[in-house]
């Protein structure tokens, strides 16, 4: 997630005294916390949703959109479904050196516009490169300005709130992974036809028009929101902030705003904005670079670090591999030619289910040459959408649960240990199950598992990096994870159309591996051998 440079400014100290000025961890902690909190997440919801609606609304449309888009081998489909991460992971790192100069509002406001104008325009594009094209470029805003969401609203936190917040609002973020699945269940199977401008909208072209309401309705509420009153302290607004500050009072505790104890703010000095852009983008590159050699090549940290970022890497290629696939694969098996199916022996394999021979809609093509280059037109049974939306609130919900019960090192070991185990399992027991039900639950089995190790992650990295090395890693654990995503997808789609049972069976084997890292849980680093690039150019300014 990008980090700004007023995170680390250093800030003067000060007496207790209501008449001399206040720091900003002094003046956030007397607002309180209360309704303007409240307002505040539920006005960045549908931003913070948006992210996860661009890069899940594509793996939706696979099946219906198959022809429009000449989605005709499982390879394409994964390129399409993997895209916006590419943009993610290709263009993140430059959103890390503009904001210190742009305020997160100004950034919201224009990535929510352009995203918004995206998603329409990818309702009614007709090429498969094009509509490729829409996507890196919206994947490019979900990589920046979207990304920092948390960060703006940690801003309007004292320390003492920060951790619960974190916690609650982690919640609601994830819950947009249930609303593209519950759309998808109300809108693909129905056979709605539209014209628009001129043009047919077939069921998946309006649920992508569907799917841009939250942009739209996150640039409203964008407009509205208030300047972080850190950036306004940063930028020597002191006026500005004072005035904020006392309205979060205002409202967090029904006392009128004259009765705010703060009566004048500390304006900190910031040299490097008298620097040119260039420079201090320049400098935060170098403390960034040498922060990451601090982990890679300093013994205390390499341990950890490795861990956490293997594990990391893991727990992202199932969980977003899976996730994104799972609704396309059991719209195939739902049409799979049982009639066809001459072993009476046996039930088929799920390998064998996605034979594109083995499909109904494949029957009038099969005795065509030209048969591989055929798109289908797909029956979509609502359940599959429906088990979709199941699979994404089990997901959101046990690893929700599950963070109230990690509260220990051993405790964690004991829950990252079993999720793999069963991930394993899964894995390698897909393939074979006897039907599709079972697939199916095999299936959320890893959705559900590598999603609770994820989380682990993360708490793990708290634990074990200490505190200056670890806006760092958790950034680098941010890029990790978008990889994985990529690097899952691509596999993958390439495996179903070769060797489909590898597809499975590999996620099995590397799962296994998984689980044998996890039994080695690192300790925390408590002491640090190398005084980190990030500390010593803060002490400096």
Not at 38 to 51: E, K, N, Y
Not at 60 to 73: G, K, M, P, R, V
Not at 229 to 244: C, H, Q, T, V
Request: aromatic share 12%; charged share 15%.
């Amino acid at each position: 997630m990008p980090t700004s440079d007023r995170d680390h400014d250093k800030i003067a100290t000060t007496t207790d005294s209501t008449n001399e000025p206040a720091d900003f961890d002094r003046a956030i902690s007397t607002t309180g916390y209360g309704l303007f909190n409240v307002l505040l997440l539920l006005a960045v919801l549908p931003i913070a949703w948006t992210a996860t609606f661009d890069t899940t609304s594509g793996a939706f449309i696979l099946a219906s959109a198959e022809c429009d888009l000449q989605l005709i081998t499982f390879f394409r489909k994964g390129v399409l479904v993997a895209f916006p991460y590419i943009a993610m992971i290709t263009t993140g790192f430059i959103w890390d050196y503009i904001t210190p100069y742009i305020s997160m509002k100004t950034l919201f406001i224009l990535a929510l516009f352009g995203d918004s104008i995206l998603n329409i325009v990818s309702s009614g594009v007709q090429s498969y490169y094009a509509f490729l094209l829409v996507k890196f470029i919206s994947g490019i805003f979900v990589g920046g300005p979207l990304a920092m969401v948390m960060t703006y609203l940690t801003e309007f936190h004292s320390a003492k709130y920060k951790p619960r917040f974190t916690t609650w609002t982690g919640f609601l973020f994830a819950v947009a992974n249930i609303v593209p699945a519950a759309l998808g269940f109300t809108i693909l199977p129905l056979d709605w036809h539209i014209g628009i401008l001129g043009q047919d909208y077939g069921s998946w072209r309006i649920y992508l028009l569907i799917c841009s309401i939250p942009p739209v309705v996150g640039l409203v509420t964008a407009t509205m929101l208030p300047e972080s009153p850190k950036y306004l302290m940063a930028i020597g607004r002191s006026d500005a902030a004072l005035k904020l500050l006392r309205r979060m009072y205002c409202m967090n505790t029904r006392q009128p705003a004259d009765t705010f104890p703060i009566k004048a703010l500390f304006v900190r000095q910031k040299t490097q904005l008298a620097r040119s852009v260039l420079d201090t983008s320049l400098e935060r590159m170098r403390i960034s670079l040498y922060n990451t050699k601090v982990l890679l090549t300093t013994t205390a940290y390499l341990p950890a670090f490795c861990f956490v970022s293997f594990l990391q890497f893991g727990s992202m290629l199932g969980f977003n591999t899976m996730r994104l696939w799972v609704p396309h694969l059991f719209i195939i098996l739902n049409n799979f030619d049982a009639e066809k199916w001459t072993p009476e022996e046996r039930q088929p394999t799920i390998c064998e289910m996605l034979d594109r021979r083995a499909a109904l809609p494949g029957r009038q093509y099969l005795n065509c040459s030209n048969f591989d280059d055929a798109c289908f037109r797909w029956t979509i049974n609502p359940s599959v959408y429906q088990n979709s939306t199941i699979i994404a609130s089990s997901a959101v919900l046990f690893s929700f649960l599950a963070g109230f019960i990690m509260t220990t090192k051993l405790r964690k070991q004991i829950i990252m240990l079993t999720a793999l185990l069963i991930s394993v399992a899964s894995s390698f027991g897909i393939n074979w199950a006897q039907s599709p039900p079972y697939m199916l639950t095999l299936a959320a089995a890893v959705i559900v598992t590598t999603r609770i190790a994820g989380n682990i992650v993360t708490a793990v990295n708290v634990d074990v990096i200490p505190v200056p090395l670890r806006a760092t890693s958790t950034s680098i654990l941010v890029i990790i994870g978008n990889i994985a995503a990529i690097v899952g997808n691509l596999i993958f789609s390439a495996l179903l159309d070769t060797k489909c049972i590898i597809a499975f069976m590999g996620l099995g084997c590397f799962f296994s591996v998984c689980f044998c890292v996890s039994l080695f849980f690192p300790q925390p680093v408590k002491e640090l051998p190398a005084k980190p690039a990030e500390v010593s150019e803060i002490s400096k300014a």
